[in-house]
């Protein structure tokens, strides 16, 4: 039968595999400096031209939901684009071109007559459909509507997806009017601002100007027909300039005017006499009743072209001024003639921020459109130099040109691109697509480059239409597993297909890297589109389970021991390849020897903890042959201080008992030994002993060796 003896704990002893590995650099701290190239989230794809031996105007652009974009505005003599192409009826007509996202132009339309007729501003429609508005003169075709009349007329269209005019509503005036704004509301509603002077002819009843020219705002049915317009001004000179519509079909108008008017309740100051010194921001319902007004103001000149409201129906805008711009108590200086702004306001116009940008000369914002991260996408035109943030653009001529820049939700740049070329150029503005790509359109002379295409103009101005990958931040570009188990090591890797690789600054080209310290590891690379993608992760270490086996011993070969795992370990590991928490150690065939048992534990993260115990399985040993007498037995030194040492001659492993005793035979100590191997050096220690005569006995079998010593 097997005896179970109970495990002893103490100190353990343990085995554990140190394992090399590779030590990354922590993450480096890079000064910011400014720099001419960009931090490569936008790469430049395709430019297409439109242009003829004339002058060619771009004034608005589009993208529908298929990612095809459209640009409109007005042509003379002809437009053509690849072998597409297009000749006018008279002064100015006016086009729509659709490409699609690969930059292949898909259709031209046209319509006009004899005299000068302009599109000023188009819109997505349902149905990937566009609205489009502006101005036309005298008989021409429309579509199938031929349009009558010598006069001038304002209008309102719908082009189907395939090129060809659904309706148009047109509305007449006397003298002057400018419908330059469009855009529609959450109900389906088509929003019309613009100017008028002298008469505009409504369906709804005509509206007279108070001064020199007003302003209006109008709302049509999704099928064209007028539904209610309002009149704005005073007797001075005003204009429309931006519009934007939020989720709640509040409507913002900013524009410019002369003196101070009243919307109903609201009035709109004006801070200055000068037109182009006076501009504002006004709120407008859905009912077209106004709300609130914000003035802006400059001696010279101040301009808000730009505007647009993103999901929490925040405002932001862009606009230009002259020397000085003051807007609520603040003030802003330029840096050199003109200078251009971006901000953020709430729904009540109270701003969050507002940044400026600009050179030593004229800069100019020519629109705003929101962007897939929340910021917004500014297109315009510089000279010279201009700071944007840490980025620096330059021309290439002596001429203006056009640049496109990507602010984030705190007003940050965090790219801009320039439109280089011999002659100049502009940005009218952009549109992005429902994969975030940017799209850029404007007018230049000369020659215009942009990547590795460069074109030529065919007359005089021409069109063009370029787009660019706008690149969205990539979470989880980094594979790991966010943890590092102490004293392993772990993978760090990013998929296949990625080029021009950087860890942590330091370590380059490779797609897998392996770590063994905790920190924060990122990586940079560029993706199959030229993208920079960026990713950091932290690895936590995942500190040991500290946890014994016990510490080594010795058994008999016919006993047992249950070795116990520690409690709530995911999975446990013998080195018997068993896996339970505990295991019963004995000796199979009850063959003396040394066995080591070790458990290997797993946690719930993978992780594992090794322990090991080591037990000495032995025969019990005979008693010792003391017939020789005492002189088996040597201690020494005697006399005794403290303690001596002992030895019995015997031929083999052997067990025992000693005791010390005084002259009447008391015993002091007493003490079992179940192995004594031959020739072993004992210790017996006496230093609680009195002063006197002892004597040392050697037991075995019933028969005893005794040694007198001195305790002095």
């Known amino acids: 039968m097997r005896k179970k003896i109970k495990n002893i704990t103490c100190s353990a002893f343990r085995e554990r595999q140190k394992m090399l590995g590779m030590w990354l650099c922590m993450l480096i701290m890079a000064s910011s400096t400014l720099t001419n190239a960009q931090n490569n989230q936008k790469i430049y794809h395709w430019m297409q031209q439109l242009g003829g031996p004339g002058w060619d105007v771009p004034t608005s652009i589009v993208t529908d939901s298929k990612n095809n974009v459209y640009v409109a505005g007005n042509f003379t003599q002809s437009l053509q684009s690849n072998k597409k192409e297009i000749l006018s009826e008279g002064n100015h007509d006016i086009y729509v071109a659709r490409f699609n996202e690969e930059g ?135 204009k429309l300039s931006a519009m934007a519509i939020d989720s709640l079909n509040n409507i913002y108008l900013a524009g410019n005017h002369e003196r101070s008017f009243s919307a109903r309740n609201v009035e709109i100051a004006a801070m200055g006499e000068k037109q182009k010194g006076n501009a504002f921001l006004l709120q407008l319902d859905s009912t077209l009743a106004a709300t609130w007004a914000k003035p802006l103001s400059s001696p010279s000149y101040v301009n808000i072209s730009g505007l647009a409201c993103n999901q929490q129906n925040q405002l932001l805008m862009s606009g230009n001024f002259d020397f000085t711009l003051n807007i609520d108590s603040l003030q802003y200086q330029t840096n050199g003639y003109t200078d251009f702004f971006v901000c953020k306001a ?108 460069e074109l030529a103009t065919l007359g005089e101005e021409d069109i063009f239409v370029a787009k660019y990958y706008n690149c969205p931040p990539v979470a989880n570009a980094i594979n790991s597993p966010g943890y590092l188990c102490q004293g392993s090591m772990v993978d760090l890797s990013v998929n296949r297909g990625y080029t021009n690789i950087v860890w942590n600054d330091t370590l380059k080209n490779a797609e897998e890297i392996v770590i063994d310290q905790p920190g924060l590891y990122h990586v940079t690379m560029v993706d199959k589109r030229g993208c920079v993608v960026s990713d950091t992760v932290e690895i936590k270490e995942v500190m040991a389970q500290e946890f014994t086996l016990g510490n080594d011993t010795t058994m008999l070969v016919t006993d047992e021991l249950e070795i116990a795992g520690p409690d709530n370990a995911f999975a446990y590991l013998w080195n018997n390849n068993t896996n339970l928490q505990n295991l019963i150690a004995y000796c199979e065939d009850e063959t003396p020897g040394l066995c080591e048992y070790k458990l290997t534990i797993t946690d719930s993260l993978g992780c594992q903890w090794a322990d090991s115990i080591k037990i000495d399985f032995y025969v ?93």
């Not at 929003?191 to 108070?210: K, Q």
């Not at 005492?630 to 040492?645: A, D, H, M, Q």
């Not at 192995?675 to 040392?696: C, D, H, T, W």
């Open 104 to 238: 292949k132009l898909q259709w031209l339309w046209q319509a006009g007559g004899l005299y000068m007729d302009q599109i000023t501003a188009i819109k997505q429609a349902p149905d990937n459909d566009l609205y489009i508005t502006g101005i036309i003169r005298g008989e021409m075709k429309f579509g199938k509507k031929k349009i009558e009349g010598e006069s001038r007329k304002l209008f309102l269209a719908r082009i189907n997806k395939r090129g060809k005019a659904n309706w148009v509503n047109t509305i007449p005036f006397y003298n002057a009017a400018s419908g330059y704004l469009l855009d529609t509301d959450k109900k389906g509603n088509i929003i019309l601002g613009g100017v008028f002077a002298d008469t505009l002819i409504c369906e709804t009843g005509n509206l007279v100007s108070h001064g020199h020219n007003d302003m209006f705002i109008a709302q049509f049915t999704p099928d064209g027909a007028m539904e209610q317009v309002i009149q704005l001004g005073n007797k001075g000179k005003e």
């Open 346 to 453: 709430d729904t009540a116009g109270n701003l969050n921020w507002l940044k400026t940008f600009g050179g030593k000369y004229t800069d100019r914002s020519k629109n705003l459109k929101l962007n897939k991260l929340g910021g917004a996408m500014v297109t315009g035109s510089f000279n010279d130099t201009i700071y944007m943030d840490s980025l620096m653009l330059n021309t290439h001529s002596l001429n203006s040109e056009a640049f496109i820049a990507q602010l984030d939700t705190t007003g940050f740049v965090t790219w801009a691109e320039a439109m280089h070329g011999k002659g100049g150029s502009t940005s009218n503005g952009g549109a992005l697509d429902n994969k975030g790509n940017l799209y850029l359109m404007g007018s230049f002379n000369g020659s215009l480059q942009a990547g590795g295409t």
């Open 620 to 712: 019990e040993p005979d008693y010792a042959d003391l017939s020789k007498g005492e002189r088996l037995v040597t201690i020494y030194p005697n006399p005794v201080k403290e303690s001596f040492n002992w030895t019995l001659e015997t031929n083999k492993e052997a067990k025992m008992a000693i005791e010390i005793l005084d002259g009447a035979g008391n015993v002091h100590f007493y003490q079992k030994i179940e192995r004594y191997q031959p020739g072993q050096q004992m210790k017996a220690e006496v230093s609680n002993l009195a002063p006197g005569i002892y004597y040392f006995c050697v037991i075995s079998n019933g028969d005893r060796i005794t040694k007198k010593f001195v305790k002095q």
